[in-house]
């Protein structure tokens, strides 16, 4: 996170959704108005009240500050890990909460012109020692994906209720705009955006697990966590692993794999649980003989189900945060007292730059994010790999088309092959101790024309013709396309209007030749989707 210098806030209007404190703050730097929700402002603009330039919808949650330590092991300190005053629970409340807004919000045309800020408190950690409310942290996957589907319309600002912060938001706002941000942490009044950074790699003294622990893998019995487990088998000799899935040993290819793990010398435990039942987790982790104890946690089960944000329901978006959001935490809570070598969480690079028609994965993969930044600040071990794609074809990846690849390279991401994705992994879990929570294990596209924010300090943007915008933009000059329309004969607009479209066209599928794009066709037909 890097600060970002202020620029002064906008002469802008306005509405402050159903925080009175908040209200109450921003009037002394804004103009605001206080609506007690999205319904009541939508409302009051049909009463013909003017429609505000900016909309703040803060996000409340909790800050979980769950004593770990006064955890048990039994079924009855459930309470914890669901019900009320759960992270669990809320965050799935806040999520659907924030979704519908967020839908709202993006079909009213009235608020075409208006920028969405969407304020948490504490849902990143912008230090290794801020502190995480997990029940908020998912939010900045659901708003990063909103986001990538709709550029420019949504702000996320996460803030420390610093006084100096209060009175910096609506100059945070216009900055964030100002340098096209979509992503900002206010900490004491000070704006910081996120940029990866290359984790180099040490050459120190290689970590081991103990060759007679357990090594639980949940989703191990397909897809990369079945890749992994072999791997485990025979690069690292691991003896004892504990395979899980819904399905168990009816999940296509289960024989096989058996088969080869244990050609390779290891013994293999298979069970049929679902990882979102807290007491089918309580019985899994009580199940490890004490003569193999648990030593990693391997958290690779997954569920995806992809549509764009505006099509997304409550029975799509559970579900998918389910296995990661439920099923980490109750992970999490039932091996507090185990002595783990790795507690290792599969996340992806989607949750971190928004994925298209992923909302509902990518909050799941933030809340992954969380988790190990929020383990390491108790003192358990935790990494969250955020993994781009892998080129091995998986039930998650078999379909994403063409144009869903593309439009990945487009952002800079190239697919991972198998060997590349799993020494990176050995790199991180058995490579030096003491590495952040959270990793970033993909295969970057450097010749991208438009990578995200969060790349730009790994790839430049080769885009001259943004820059040369910007450029203009700095120098006083108005760069925007009604001014340069303006400035040409009427006959030519028609012409310069076409070249435009089908040079956006071009690009997004990714066509060498935009003159070629024909004109009477709709963009559907041409493989242009929704997004
Ligand atoms: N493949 C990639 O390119 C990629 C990229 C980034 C991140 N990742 C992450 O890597 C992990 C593995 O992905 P994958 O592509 O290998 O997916 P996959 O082949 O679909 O495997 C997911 C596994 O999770 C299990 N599972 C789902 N829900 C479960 C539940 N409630 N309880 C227990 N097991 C459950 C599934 O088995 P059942 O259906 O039998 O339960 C399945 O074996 C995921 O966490 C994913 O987010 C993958």
Redesign the pocket.
């Known amino acids: 996170w890097s600060p970002l210098d202020l620029v002064p806030a906008a002469r802008e209007a306005w509405a402050v959704l159903g925080d009175h404190t908040l209200y109450d703050e921003l009037r002394q730097t804004a103009t605001a108005t206080y609506y007690e929700d999205l319904t009541a402002l939508t409302d009051a603009i049909s009463a013909a009240e003017p429609v505000p330039d900016v909309v703040a919808l803060p996000i409340h949650g909790h800050l979980h500050d769950t004593p770990d330590h006064d955890a048990t092991d039994g079924p009855e300190s459930d309470s914890e890990t669901t019900g009320h005053g759960s992270p669990v629970d809320a965050a799935h409340a806040v999520l659907e909460h924030t979704l519908v807004t967020l839908q709202t919000f993006l079909a009213d045309d009235r608020l075409a012109g208006t920028r969405l800020l969407v304020l948490t408190h504490h849902a990143v950690a912008v230090t290794g020692n801020d502190p995480i409310d997990l029940a908020t942290a998912p939010v900045w996957g659901l708003v990063r994906s909103a986001q990538t589907e709709h550029p420019g319309r949504i702000h996320l600002i996460d803030h420390d209720h610093h006084p100096d912060s209060v009175t910096a938001l609506a100059s945070a706002a216009a900055t964030a705009h100002h340098h096209d941000e979509p992503h900002t942490a206010l900490r004491s009044g000070t704006p910081h955006t996120p940029r990866l950074t290359p984790q180099t790699h040490q050459q120190n003294q290689p970590r081991a697990w103990n060759p007679d622990g357990t090594v639980l893998i ?10 992994l487990a072999h791997h485990l088998a025979t690069t690292h000799h691991i003896r004892h692993l504990h395979l ?5 040993h ?2 296509p290819g289960a024989d096989t794999l058996i088969h080869d793990l244990t050609t390779a010398g290891a013994h293999v435990t298979i069970t ?6 807290p007491n089918a987790v309580h019985q899994l982790i009580t199940s490890i003989p004490h003569d193999h104890p648990l030593t990693a946690v391997i ?6 189900h992809d549509t764009p944000l505006q099509t997304l329901t409550p029975d799509h978006l559970h579900p998918v945060l ?3 959001i439920d ?1 980490a935490h109750h992970l999490h809570h039932h091996t507090t007292h185990h002595n783990l070598a790795a507690f290792i ?6 949750g971190l730059l928004g994925g298209a028609a992923q909302a509902n ?1 990518a909050a ?2 933030t809340f ?1 994010d969380a988790l190990a930044h929020h383990r390491h600040t108790t003192g358990l071990p935790a990494t969250s ?13 078999t379909n994403l088309s063409q144009i869903d690849r593309k439009r990945l390279a487009r952002l800079g991401l190239h ?2 092959a198998t060997a590349h994705a799993l020494a990176l992994f050995d790199a991180v879990v058995f490579g030096p101790a003491g590495g952040p929570p959270v990793l970033v294990p993909a295969r970057l596209n450097t010749a991208t024309e438009t990578p995200p924010p969060l790349l730009r300090r790994l790839i430049s943007p080769r885009r001259p013709a943004v820059r040369a915008t910007r450029g203009a933009q700095a120098a006083g000059q108005d760069t925007s396309l009604a001014a340069r329309l303006a400035g040409l004969a009427p006959d030519q607009r028609n012409h310069a209007l076409l070249d435009l479209v089908r040079t956006e066209v071009a690009t997004v599928l990714t066509h060498p030749n935009p003159t070629a794009i024909p004109t009477d066709r709709p963009l559907i037909e041409l493989g242009l989707d929704s997004l």
């Open positions: 949940t989703g191990g019995l397909s897809g990369i966590g079945a890749l899980v899935g819904r399905r168990g009816h999940t049929a649980t679902d990882i979102t039942d958290h690779a089960a997954a569920t995806t389910a296995p990661k099923g969480l599969f996340s992806s690079i989607s994965y799941a993969n992954h790999l955020a993994w781009g794609l892998w080129a091995h074809t998986s039930t998650l990846t697919p991972l």
